[in-house]
């Protein structure tokens, strides 16, 4: 019964362990070159209004980490047609 339940464990972490890597959607080198970062964001939805703004459409946004690695949290990217 124990190494059942232990069985039950591992295989609920590696599953997190999954989920947690694969969450976001989006990888920022998938964008390389195809984005103009503006502004900060938390969601997709912090973004059309800098994209706009910056003479981008507003309709394909994406909010990815911040693509210089450093500390500012997420960048809008506003996919570049």
Do not use: R
Not at 4 to 23: E, N, P
Not at 25 to 52: I, L, M
Not at 60 to 81: H, K, Y
């Amino acid at each position: 019964m124990a190494s059942k339940l232990s069985a039950l464990i591992v295989g609920l972490l590696v599953l997190s362990l999954v989920m947690l890597l694969t969450w976001n959607g989006h990888s920022v080198d998938q964008y390389h070159g195809k984005c103009d970062f503006v502004g900060g964001c938390h969601t997709k939805d912090d973004c059309p209004e800098p994209c706009a703004a910056a003479g981008h459409s507003p309709a394909v946004v994406i909010c990815v980490p911040d693509p210089t690695g450093g500390s500012s949290g997420n960048m809008c990217c506003c996919i570049l047609e």
